[in-house]
């Protein structure tokens, strides 16, 4: 148990709910808008099923490379997805552990991701990254917007 509260965040996207749910689980969708600008993701791989794990490398604007592994805990295809993430330090260990839960739903062509993360645990390191969480997440969400619908920028 961690002493962060659950952040929630709602976001509408013009696109139908296919293309919303292809950029979350198709590796190169992902690497387009995942990360903020000025961070990249040079690789990334997704088995999206149940027990999938997840890698995803990103990439900082000194070119270091910090790596991130997780797992798919839940998949209703096109309508939920459950995951953890975790950014690993230089030796491996994991900094922290998140897990994501999206609902995706559909009306007059527009698709409402609602997603909720929960810190599971955290080092002692890891305030200085999970404070950004909640900008970072909604700077990624903006540059997925963007790809969803290049007349909205």
């Given at each position: 148990?961690?002493?962060?509260?659950?952040?929630?965040?709602?976001?509408t996207?013009?696109?139908?709910?296919?293309?919303?749910?292809?950029?979350?689980?198709q590796?190169?969708?992902?690497?387009?808008?995942?990360?903020?600008?000025?961070f990249?993701?040079?690789?990334?791989e997704l088995?999206?099923r149940p027990?999938?794990?997840?890698?995803?490398d990103?990439?900082?604007?000194?070119?270091?490379?910090?790596?991130?592994?997780g797992?798919?805990?839940?998949?209703?295809?096109?309508?939920?997805?459950?995951?953890?993430n975790?950014?690993?330090?230089?030796d491996?260990n994991?900094?922290?552990?998140v897990?994501?839960?999206?609902?995706?739903?559909?009306?007059d062509?527009?698709t409402?991701l609602?997603?909720?993360?929960?810190?599971?645990?955290a080092?002692?390191?890891a305030?200085?990254?999970?404070?950004?969480?909640e900008?970072?997440l909604n700077?990624a969400?903006?540059?997925?917007?963007?790809l969803l619908d290049?007349?909205s920028?």
């Amino acid at each position: 148990m961690s002493n962060y509260q659950p952040l929630h965040i709602s976001r509408t996207f013009k696109a139908p709910r296919q293309a919303v749910w292809d950029a979350w689980t198709q590796p190169e969708q992902f690497k387009q808008w995942y990360m903020p600008a000025p961070f990249s993701v040079p690789s990334c791989e997704l088995d999206v099923r149940p027990g999938g794990q997840l890698h995803v490398d990103t990439q900082g604007p000194d070119g270091l490379i910090m790596p991130m592994t997780g797992e798919f805990k839940f998949v209703d295809e096109l309508a939920k997805l459950v995951l953890t993430n975790s950014p690993l330090d230089a030796d491996g260990n994991k900094l922290f552990e998140v897990q994501h839960t999206l609902l995706f739903s559909e009306a007059d062509g527009q698709t409402t991701l609602d997603i909720t993360s929960e810190v599971l645990s955290a080092g002692p390191n890891a305030d200085q990254f999970l404070s950004g969480m909640e900008p970072g997440l909604n700077q990624a969400l903006d540059q997925l917007s963007d790809l969803l619908d290049p007349q909205s920028s």
